[in-house]
């Protein structure tokens, strides 16, 4: 059985033709985890046993002759700050201290429901809060195309799992880039939903207004089975919407009258001269299909990252006051009252990057502050959609690079946080929108992998995958 | 330029102690990020509206958003494990310090 080779359809094949069971499938990529995850480090936990009986389950079926689903006997690998009932879930955080999921994420319930296998959770940044993996709180994921730089994040030991084949697909977290970023330095497809498509209840929250739930695969048809198999309304979270997913089409729509966006802001200095030569090639490879290429403008490019973190550390600074050491793992006391269990137990549990988002959003929704920053950077939000609602009037999607360059080396970036920050130059616009994106894997910078971000309306998440085919060996 | 009170005040806000040398890291490091923040000063956005759901005339019905603040039975199971989860307890009970 060769791994890399493996699709969802391909598998699904496989196991009714009884070339391989679902037990043999399962025990292939434990192997392969007991082979290359000393090297590659993207689990934080792996869930054989789990996975084994499960697997046993889907083999039972088949031999019973009863109906499967496509995603029945797939190995996932799901990223640790969405639960699954009863492993333990860490975000990558030592605040957890040894908690154990009492209860599935919906969209876990979802793909258990459809018999997939889970193999076990992945490496992020602390409570997704990074764009490389190495504020993880517990060890640093490497990128298989190359040891010493980073996977991305703060998906990385998702996208690092499926690129070194330790799984078949993956789940990530997608909150300013962090399923698209890391699928773009691994080489691997990552599909970030529109705002509310797949529900959230189940994964921590880090910054509830931004945060998506979305899949990590080796193709775009696999990233289409999954967002079908997880996305839809769920009464358990009040944002989720109801929608009409578009039909995804065996044949590719045809590209004459496909109109593509291409925003001049996104192609300025500091940008990765072999980046962007990669970039561009794949947009005139559409363009020779036939599609229209046009400039956009989205004027408000150069606010998108100071908007994007006052946001996002202001909603974190609200969902991490629930650990407080009372009702989650870790605990401290450095005194009798209860003040001094939160302030040492939140000393010791949160790492430095967490600790510095927390501080940072209380102080800027703290009395006085909340107007100059966090409404502020909502109404700069609004200027920021309308920018993109402006550039959809005119075009059907919107090509960028994920990314202004390919995966850097562990430690170039956490010098100085501002550094890492402003990783996210391209990806966070687009949860600020709210929008769906992917990253589709269109060349090479040497050895290392350089994705094409396609950006879509909302709910056209079929749309852009489909035109993502374009970029696939066999098309 | 935050000072190290400020700093201070913070943290206690945010319920988390600091070490010395903790303190003054951070009150470099803030410094400098609020002062990238401080960006925005330069749009107007007397005129604009805050969005909090970017997609909220998706929903159908808004009042979908809300619901009537109803108490609905848990799994006993999962208040079970919800409890066994935290790190001192007593019977059916989360035991804290007391609040002062």
Known sequence: MELSQLTITKVHQGLLQKKFSALELVKAYLDKINKDEKKISAFLTITEELAIEEAKKIDDLIAKNKEISILAGIP???????????????????????YKAPYDATCIKKLKGLGAVILGKTNLDEFAMGASTEYSGFFPTKNPYDLRRVPGGSSGGSAAAVAANLCLASLGSDT?????????????????????????????AFASSLDQIGPITKTVEDAKIIFEAISGKDEMDSTSVDFK?????????????????????????????????????????IEAQGANIEEINLPHTKYVIPTYYLV???????????????????????????????????AEGFGNEVKRRIMLGTYVLSAGYYDAYYLKAQKVRTLIKQDFDRAFKKVDVIFSPVSPFPAFKLGEKTVDPLLMYLTDIFTASINLAGLPAVSIPVGWVGKLPVGLQIIGKPFEENRILEIGKTYEKNE | MLDKKQVNHIAKLARIKLSERELKKFQKEFSAILDFFGLL?????????????????????????????????????????LIESAPSKEGKHIKVKAVF
């Open chain 1, 76 to 98: 996932l690998a799901i990223k640790d700050n969405i639960m699954v009932e009863p492993v333990k879930i860490t975000c990558a955080s030592k605040i957890f201290g040894g």
């Open chain 1, 176 to 204: 300013g880039g962090s399923i698209r970023q890391p699928a773009s330095f691994c080489g691997v497809v990552g599909l970030k939903p529109t705002y509310g498509a797949v529900s959230r209840y189940g994964l921590v």
């Open chain 1, 245 to 285: 997913i578009s039909p995804f089409g065996r044949s590719p729509e045809g590209r004459e009258n496909l109109r593509i966006g291409v925003p001049r802001e996104y192609f300025v200095k500091g940008m990765d001269k072999e980046v962007e030569k990669v970039i561009k090639q794949a947009i005139k490879k």
């Open chain 1, 312 to 346: 996002a550390m202001s909603e974190a600074s609200a969902n991490l006051a629930r650990y407080d050491g009372i009702k989650y793992g870790l605990s401290r006391s450095g005194g009798k009252d209860l003040l001094s269990v939160y302030l040492k137990s939140r």
């Open chain 2, 41 to 81: 000063k330069e749009i107007d956005t007397s005129k604009i509206f805050p969005t909090f759901h970017p997609l909220e005339h998706y929903l159908e019905n808004k009042a979908e958003m809300i619901r009537e603040d109803i108490p609905e039975p848990e799994d006993p199971k999962v208040k079970e494990k």
